[in-house]
């Protein structure tokens, strides 16, 4: 059974930095795409970022390029996300994906594994 679990969300205020981790169990990293998403009250989910491991390319939202930086580490089974002069938009639960293929994309349904989230709230 494949488990994703988030960590590292919390409270900052504008330009500061967060980690966010996702730990996977039943599941490979090294096999298809990992992205993460984020939702925020009101608003539609949106991926942020994605890597495919097996490659090593990320891909990123074009309102988090260059502040956003997706890794792995796939000896730990575990994704990060090092997310830096966070704004008050950033504010939203972020998930954790497992992809169905190791095609990388934005699109909730290409994603077949979620994590529960990790609520990051920014703050003016």
């Known amino acids: 059974q494949v488990h994703l679990v988030e960590s590292g969300g919390g409270s900052v205020q504008a330009g500061g930095s967060l980690r966010l981790s996702c730990a996977a169990s039943?599941?490979?990293?090294?096999?298809?795409?990992m992205g993460w998403f984020r939702q925020a009250p009101g608003k539609e989910r949106e991926g942020v970022a994605a890597?495919?491991?097996?490659?090593?390319?990320?891909y990123y939202a074009d309102s988090v390029k260059g502040r956003f930086t997706i890794s792995q580490d796939n000896a730990k089974n575990t994704v990060f996300l090092q997310m830096n002069s966070l704004k008050p938009d950033d504010t939203a639960m972020y998930y954790c994906a497992a992809g169905r293929s190791w095609r990388c994309t934005f699109t909730s349904y290409d994603y077949n594994y979620w994590g529960q989230g990790t609520q990051v709230t920014v703050s003016s």
């Open positions: 039943g599941y490979t990293l090294s096999t298809n795409c």
């Open positions: 890597i495919y491991p097996g490659y090593g390319s990320t």
